[in-house]
């Protein structure tokens, strides 16, 4: 079949979170199992556009009220992600470093939404099904069914999937103007809570809801920053998929990016080749264990208790652990942590912003991943830590539930309930105190080496999804 990936984000091109890294993996996994799958993200300026060769397959304009912006649609000539990769070019929107975080970010993702249907329109034939992803392609299942234009996609089947229902890109009825001509008896499609919210939109409108795990998709019945009414609406087309992690990407045996590569059979000494090489980069003690922690510094991922459990937990363990931040995100959060550097000299220390490379090594050298997330719709730090042989320590929440379970129940991880300093620090003192027995540690990190997180186990999972949905046709 012909799948189409709409979405903000795509690793390598572009990335902020878990996002890239799904767009950047399934439909690989798709286009092996021998299907054609063609993913379309905006046009950033980044070093993926500027280091490879494009070709132009489509030209138009996006109207959008009374602007009318000038687009590219980008093919990448060589396939190299293993699919075809589409960027949509507008560049007074979308010629800027980040790819979020501007006032213009509804009139940026909303033209992103009109020229790519306008070039699926503009071909020969219509795929057999169009994946959105997340609130920035919400309202491409809308223009589908109602905007006059898309006439030809009536009877495409959509499907959105959703990696974090907090974020839900709102705006006002001011804007209503931008979304092409459509019968305004279906206006009300778009109102959710007084405004047009384009996650709520994608889910009415969409053939199907996925979420990125099974327990997040029951947690956002009950907790869905306003949306649970409507999800409890949708649950008969919606399903939980846990998502995948890259093997071929992630892989200790075979990532250029480590001091030394491992496997299941080795990971003893190639583990502490890597945290020795960690330990020197950030003046730590690689005999003692390291806890680390990578990620965005925000609440929604347990980020304002981090400097209190580093404090809380380096003075209770005093000069008998170690522990790692990378991260960035909100600029207290960052400066609290950096405000420990003085204290604790020698066993903490700070990367703030975010380094691939870095964060690799950071995998590989760690003994403990903290994840002490209040939301964590999927995750996929906790998959990684578990192929690279370290012990995540997550909160049960969202995917963190469905992927991890307490060494006490045989299990690969630690586990808490709460996402409280106290919550945490017990769990990592728990932790210590695994260290300290080498054949345990060591048990448990083979579980979670041998656990199968692959793609291509998910990648049917979706298949499914979108056969019973083109039945529906």
Same mark, same amino acid.
């Given at each position: 079949?012909?799948?189409?990936?709409?979405?903000?984000?795509?690793?390598?091109?572009?990335?902020?979170?878990?996002?890239?890294?799904?767009?950047?993996?399934?439909?690989?996994?798709?286009?092996?199992?021998?299907?054609?799958?063609?993913?379309?993200?905006?046009?950033?300026?980044?070093?993926?556009?500027?280091?490879?060769?494009?070709?132009?397959?489509?030209?138009?304009?996006?109207?959008?009220?009374?602007?009318?912006?000038?687009?590219?649609?980008?093919?990448?000539?060589?396939?190299?992600?293993?699919?075809?990769?589409?960027?949509?070019? #507008?560049?007074?929107?979308?010629?800027?470093?980040?790819?979020?975080?501007?006032?213009?970010?509804?009139?940026? %993702?909303?033209?992103?939404?009109?020229?790519?249907?306008?070039? #699926?329109?503009?071909?020969?034939?219509?795929?057999?099904?169009?994946?959105?992803?997340?609130?920035?392609?919400?309202?491409?299942? %809308?223009?589908?069914?109602?905007?006059?234009?898309?006439?030809?996609?009536?009877?495409?089947?959509?499907?959105?999937?959703?990696?974090?229902?907090?974020?839900?890109?709102?705006?006002?009825?001011?804007?209503?103007?931008?979304?092409?001509?459509?019968?305004?008896?279906?206006?009300?499609?778009?109102?959710?809570?007084?405004? /047009?919210?384009?996650?709520?939109?994608?889910?009415?409108?969409?053939?199907?809801?996925?979420?990125?795990?099974?327990?997040?998709?029951?947690?956002?019945?009950?907790?869905?920053?306003?949306?649970?009414?409507? %999800?409890?609406?949708?649950?008969?087309?919606?399903?939980? /998929?846990?998502?995948?992690?890259?093997?071929?990407?992630?892989?200790?045996?075979?990532?250029?990016?480590?001091?030394?590569?491992?496997?299941?059979?080795?990971?003893?000494?190639?583990?502490?080749?890597?945290?020795?090489?960690?330990?020197?980069?950030?003046?730590?003690?690689?005999?003692?264990?390291? %806890?680390?922690?990578?990620?965005?510094?925000?609440?929604?991922?347990?980020?304002?208790?981090?400097?209190?459990?580093?404090?809380?937990?380096?003075?209770?363990?005093?000069?008998?652990?170690?522990?790692?931040?990378?991260?960035?995100?909100?600029?207290?959060?960052?400066?609290?942590?950096?405000?420990?550097?003085?204290?604790?000299?020698?066993?903490?220390?700070?990367?703030?912003?975010?380094?691939?490379?870095?964060?690799?090594? /950071?995998?590989?050298?760690?003994?403990?991943?903290?994840?002490?997330?209040?939301?964590?719709?999927?995750?996929?730090?906790?998959?990684?830590?578990?192929?690279?042989?370290?012990?995540?320590?997550?909160?049960?929440?969202?995917?963190?539930?469905?992927?991890?379970?307490?060494?006490?129940?045989?299990?690969?991880?630690?586990?808490?309930?709460?996402?409280?300093?106290?919550?945490?620090?017990?769990?990592?003192?728990?932790?210590?105190?695994?260290?300290?027995?080498?054949?345990?540690?060591?048990?448990?990190?083979?579980?979670?080496?041998?656990?199968?997180?692959?793609?291509?186990?998910?990648?049917?999972?979706? #298949?499914?999804?979108?056969?019973? #949905? /083109?039945?529906?046709?």
């Amino acid at each position: 079949m012909e799948i189409f990936h709409i979405s903000a984000e795509c690793y390598p091109v572009a990335k902020v979170g878990g996002l890239a890294d799904v767009v950047g993996a399934l439909p690989k996994y798709q286009n092996n199992a021998g299907h054609l799958v063609r993913v379309v993200i905006p046009c950033y300026d980044s070093k993926f556009r500027n280091e490879n060769e494009f070709e132009c397959v489509h030209w138009g304009h996006v109207k959008l009220g009374s602007f009318n912006f000038p687009f590219s649609v980008l093919k990448e000539k060589t396939d190299k992600l293993g699919f075809e990769l589409y960027l949509v070019e #507008i560049a007074e929107l979308f010629d800027r470093k980040d790819v979020y975080g501007y006032e213009d970010d509804v009139e940026r %993702f909303l033209s992103f939404q009109i020229a790519t249907l306008d070039w #699926i329109i503009g071909r020969n034939d219509v795929p057999d099904v169009i994946n959105c992803h997340d609130h920035h392609t919400g309202l491409v299942p %809308f223009m589908m069914l109602y905007c006059h234009k898309y006439e030809k996609l009536r009877n495409t089947p959509s499907m959105i999937t959703i990696h974090n229902g907090l974020y839900q890109g709102q705006f006002g009825f001011d804007k209503l103007h931008y979304i092409p001509e459509f019968d305004l008896a279906h206006v009300n499609v778009l109102e959710w809570d007084k405004c /047009i919210n384009s996650l709520a939109v994608g889910i009415k409108c969409a053939w199907a809801v996925t979420t990125v795990s099974p327990n997040y998709l029951n947690e956002i019945n009950y907790s869905a920053n306003g949306l649970e009414s409507l %999800f409890n609406l949708v649950r008969y087309k919606s399903r939980g /998929i846990l998502n995948g992690i890259d093997i071929e990407v992630w892989d200790p045996a075979k990532d250029v990016m480590l001091e030394k590569n491992y496997s299941i059979k080795n990971f003893e000494k190639g583990k502490q080749e890597n945290k020795e090489k960690l330990c020197k980069l950030f003046n730590l003690d690689p005999t003692k264990p390291l %806890f680390s922690f990578i990620g965005r510094l925000l609440e929604e991922k347990g980020g304002d208790l981090l400097p209190h459990v580093a404090a809380l937990a380096l003075s209770e363990n005093y000069n008998q652990i170690n522990i790692l931040i990378l991260g960035s995100g909100n600029p207290i959060i960052e400066n609290q942590l950096n405000s420990l550097l003085a204290d604790y000299k020698g066993n903490y220390n700070t990367f703030i912003g975010y380094n691939e490379e870095l964060a690799h090594l /950071i995998y590989a050298g760690s003994d403990f991943l903290l994840m002490p997330s209040r939301v964590e719709p999927c995750g996929l730090n906790q998959m990684y830590s578990l192929r690279y042989g370290t012990i995540p320590i997550v909160r049960r929440t969202g995917g963190l539930k469905d992927t991890v379970v307490d060494f006490g129940d045989d299990g690969n991880g630690i586990c808490h309930d709460q996402a409280t300093v106290g919550d945490v620090c017990y769990s990592i003192q728990r932790a210590v105190d695994l260290y300290d027995d080498k054949k345990h540690l060591n048990k448990i990190r083979k579980i979670g080496m041998s656990t199968d997180h692959s793609w291509e186990r998910v990648c049917q999972e979706y #298949i499914e999804m979108y056969n019973l #949905i /083109i039945k529906k046709k």
